[in-house]
């Protein structure tokens, strides 16, 4: 949803992303979203990178996959009531040989990050990488960059394991000393990029009130602020912008119904 918004995919994973697994053929390796960790880092970084240069190029897709679903039941198992509503809900076949029906029906399945078009594919491929997907966690997102389509030359797949609200403000703590971010270069097989910052978001802190700056708080002494002057200006907006939409796609309201009075008896 934040994609089709516009949003820039290298920023939405810096900060949401915990981590990469690439897949290889002995298995997944991962790499890690934290500049402790340097190849993990340096990695991560290239690969977001990789896929901004696709979105710049208007060739990156995210998409959940549309495949078939198909079950096979004994037809005296169903009414004539039910083959009715069956009817409304799946495509029916009679298998006349074996006295069975099969029922088909279009679902979505997980999102993909790709470079082509999987609507393009073969319903047994599509099957296939949605039975791929479905062995990752729930917060992981999957991505698969083909030969033959713009990006091809660093051919990539693998999954992004997203964190939590809370980790991503621990993410931009840690940022401004005791991890702080540093510049990372793009792959050799990357095509040219348009921006690559190096912090995920460039928060100042000072023991003075800045100026010229959009909004500063003071916490236990010092004023903190998101840095909106200079070349990257716009990217640090937009990326407290993005982490106040994280909040609030976040922050539910808690349903009052249902919920038991308690009396306290001194």
Do not use: C
């Not at 006349?96 to 999102?111: I, N, P, S």
């Not at 099957?127 to 051919?155: C, K, M, S």
């Not at 909106?228 to 939409?245: D, M, V």
């Amino acid at each position: 949803m934040l994609l089709r918004q516009g949003v820039d995919i290298d920023l939405l994973l810096r900060l949401m992303g915990k981590e990469l697994r690439l897949k290889q053929s002995d298995g997944a390796v991962a790499y890690r979203n934290s500049p402790s960790d340097q190849v993990g880092y340096e990695m991560f970084r290239r690969v977001v990178l990789h896929l901004s240069t696709i979105q710049d190029h208007n060739s990156l897709y995210v998409e959940p996959l549309r495949i078939e679903r198909s079950w096979t039941i004994p037809a005296d198992s169903i009414t004539a009531e039910g083959f009715t509503a069956l009817e409304k809900e799946y495509q029916v076949a009679y298998n006349a040989r074996d006295r069975t029906f099969t029922l088909r029906k279009q679902v979505e399945g997980g999102a993909l990050i790709t470079n082509y078009d999987p609507n393009l594919l073969s319903r047994e491929e599509r099957a296939r990488l949605q039975n791929e997907n479905e062995q990752g966690l729930p917060h992981d997102v999957t991505f698969d960059i083909r030969p033959g389509y713009f990006g091809g030359d660093w051919p990539l797949k693998g999954d992004f394991r997203l964190r939590s609200f809370n980790a991503m403000l621990n993410f931009l703590g840690l940022s401004i000393a005791e991890e702080a971010e540093y510049h990372v270069d793009k792959d050799g097989r990357t095509p040219d990029v348009s921006e690559n910052p190096v912090k995920t978001m460039d928060l100042v802190v000072s023991s003075s009130a800045p100026s010229g700056l959009d909004l500063a708080m003071k916490s236990h002494g010092d004023y903190y602020a998101v840095n909106t002057i200079g070349p990257q200006a716009r990217w640090n907006r937009e990326a407290f912008k993005l982490l106040s939409q994280l909040f609030q796609m976040t922050v539910t309201e808690v349903p009052r119904a249902g919920v038991p009075s308690i009396t306290i008896a001194k």
